[in-house]
């Protein structure tokens, strides 16, 4: 054997030995070594994007690098799911999705190119928001029970909004029609921002939804709230009752926002993740702008 070859033999076998020195758990004591980007499958407005706004700011203050907010939306969610599925399991591209589309899209759609338990690695739970139901001022209705009788007399005749199809916004409102024995006409979105601008233009006039959403509108008065859909109100809409105090009992619906990394992301990083999100939704900064979204850490 030359001289040379000895050299390279002696190269490469030491770079395989050290590379088996630095695991993942020392590749974990360096991370993050650059800005993460957290993948947002809606537009910026509603939950899912405010809860990942929300955590952005005191993270990169924890881990000491910039987050990236990037909405990816379209195709109930899908688009975004299939760019983080796809992304390299490092830790720096991360997903913040919601209990409609992780929960639902697969059992409401057949051809999926990601798979929810291989996919995607859970992080942290962000956030929990009940939800509310509101109405353009059209609808001449002041209350639940109201707005349930005029829906029976004017079956389709109402309009409402969702996310889009498999969102919390679509299955929820479709358990209401059957708990109430209503018929309302879905219009599906591709997330909030543009429902919203409907609805208040009274083209669609229902919609339920967290209250980030449509808080100021509420309060505003442009829309009416008819009730929330948690077991005790709103602090932040104090006067708006429950529905089971608006004479529907049972009837709860709750979202959640949760992060996740790419399926396969080493068990050090996810955990150093776990831990610096914990950290980043402990700080006052988070609990402050959680409140003020009307929203639960």
Same mark, same amino acid.
């Given at each position: 054997?030359?001289?040379?070859?000895? %050299?390279?033999? %002696?190269?490469?076998?030491?770079?395989?030995?050290?590379?088996?020195? +630095?695991?993942?758990?020392?590749?974990?004591?360096?991370?993050?070594?650059?800005?993460?980007?957290?993948?947002?499958?809606?537009?910026?407005?509603?939950?899912?994007?405010?809860?990942?706004?929300?955590?952005?700011?005191?993270?990169?203050?924890?881990?000491?690098?910039?987050?990236?907010?990037?909405?990816?939306?379209?195709?109930?969610?899908?688009?975004?799911?299939?760019?983080?599925?796809?992304?390299?399991?490092?830790?720096?591209?991360?997903?913040?999705?919601?209990?409609?589309?992780?929960?639902?899209?697969?059992?409401?759609?057949?051809?999926?190119?990601?798979?929810?338990?291989?996919?995607?690695?859970? +992080?942290?739970?962000?956030?929990?928001?009940?939800?509310?139901?509101?109405?353009?001022?059209?609808?001449?209705?002041?209350?639940?029970?109201?707005?349930?009788?005029?829906?029976?007399?004017?079956?389709?005749?109402?309009?409402?909004?969702?996310?889009?199809?498999?969102?919390?916004?679509?299955?929820?409102?479709?358990?209401?029609?059957?708990?109430?024995?209503?018929?309302?006409?879905?219009?599906?979105?591709?997330?909030?921002?543009?429902? +919203?601008?409907?609805?208040?233009?009274?083209?669609?006039?229902?919609? +339920?939804?967290?209250?980030?959403?449509?808080?100021?509108?509420?309060?505003?008065?442009?829309?009416?709230?008819?009730?929330?859909?948690?077991?005790?109100?709103?602090?932040?809409?104090?006067?708006?009752?429950?529905?089971?105090?608006?004479?529907?009992?049972?009837?709860?619906?709750?979202?959640?926002?949760?992060?996740?990394?790419?399926?396969?992301?080493?068990?050090?990083?996810?955990?150093?993740?776990?831990?610096?999100?914990?950290?980043? %939704?402990?700080?006052?900064?988070?609990?402050?702008?959680?409140?003020?979204?009307?929203?639960?850490?």
């Amino acid at each position: 054997m030359t001289t040379k070859r000895v %050299l390279k033999t %002696l190269v490469v076998t030491t770079f395989g030995i050290v590379l088996g020195f +630095i695991g993942p758990k020392a590749i974990a004591q360096n991370f993050p070594d650059r800005p993460i980007t957290i993948v947002v499958p809606v537009p910026p407005g509603g939950l899912v994007d405010a809860s990942a706004r929300l955590l952005s700011e005191p993270l990169a203050r924890v881990i000491g690098q910039s987050i990236v907010i990037d909405n990816r939306q379209g195709a109930s969610g899908n688009i975004a799911y299939q760019y983080v599925a796809r992304s390299k399991p490092d830790g720096y591209t991360l997903l913040a999705s919601y209990s409609g589309y992780h929960a639902a899209n697969p059992l409401l759609m057949d051809k999926l190119n990601w798979d929810p338990f291989k996919d995607f690695t859970p +992080i942290a739970l962000l956030t929990v928001a009940m939800n509310v139901i509101a109405i353009h001022p059209s609808v001449p209705v002041n209350n639940l029970k109201e707005f349930i009788a005029y829906a029976k007399a004017n079956p389709g005749k109402l309009n409402y909004a969702s996310q889009g199809n498999g969102s919390v916004s679509h299955i929820g409102t479709e358990i209401f029609e059957q708990a109430t024995d209503i018929k309302l006409t879905h219009v599906p979105y591709k997330g909030s921002g543009q429902a +919203i601008q409907d609805v208040l233009a009274g083209q669609v006039q229902v919609f +339920i939804t967290t209250p980030p959403s449509v808080m100021g509108h509420i309060q505003g008065g442009r829309l009416k709230a008819l009730a929330v859909t948690g077991k005790a109100r709103h602090p932040m809409m104090p006067n708006v009752p429950t529905v089971a105090e608006a004479g529907l009992p049972g009837f709860e619906l709750e979202s959640w926002v949760a992060l996740y990394a790419p399926g396969g992301t080493p068990a050090p990083i996810v955990n150093k993740l776990t831990q610096d999100v914990k950290k980043a %939704l402990e700080q006052p900064e988070a609990k402050q702008r959680a409140d003020a979204a009307g929203i639960e850490l």
